[in-house]
């Protein structure tokens, strides 16, 4: 999976790679704000991680104006301050937005990306179902007007 993450400790990051990098890619930023214009630059993210001290206001914000570039995206915020009731207001969009309660391990954040992981599968086989469905109708369609016609 492709990940960005923004922290704003240093060594966090670091401790994440070396153990899910063998399973994803990662891009690690520490300003939110050069995150925001990489990820308006390249929506290409198959979860966002969001590990902060900052205020829940400007993590609202933040995660608000990520909404409006992909209103899909997945999001996981780890924070002292933010809870899950905060991240069911802010929700408006359909984005998958999960929170882990710090202290918490990596298999709780591993376990978090593989379930999102198989979400976008899901979707994905979901969608695909669909649009074989639509072009059998389609083509069954087409031949019974043929069929009416000649």
């Keep these: ?3 960005l993450l923004i922290v704003d400790e240093e060594a966090f990051p670091d401790y994440v790679n070396l153990l899910l990098a063998p399973k994803n890619y990662f891009i690690v930023f520490h300003d ?3 995150a925001l214009q990489h990820y308006d630059q390249k929506p290409i993210y198959d979860v966002i991680i969001i590990d902060s001290l900052r205020p829940v206001a400007q993590i609202d914000q933040f995660i608000l104006k990520i909404c409006e570039i992909k209103s899909s995206q997945n999001i996981i915020v780890s924070s002292d301050t933010v809870c899950d009731q905060k991240l069911l207001q802010i929700n408006k969009h359909n984005s998958s937005i999960k929170s882990l309660e710090k ?3 990596l298999s709780e954040i591993d376990a978090l990306i593989e379930s999102l992981n198989e979400k976008e599968m899901l979707l994905n086989i979901l969608i ?13 369609r087409s031949y019974l007007k043929n069929k009416q016609m000649g």
């Design 32 to 34: 939110p704000d050069l």
């Design 1 to 3: 999976m492709n990940i």
């Design 128 to 140: 695909s179902n669909y649009k074989i469905t639509n072009i059998a109708e389609i083509l069954e």
């Design 103 to 105: 202290p918490f391990s």
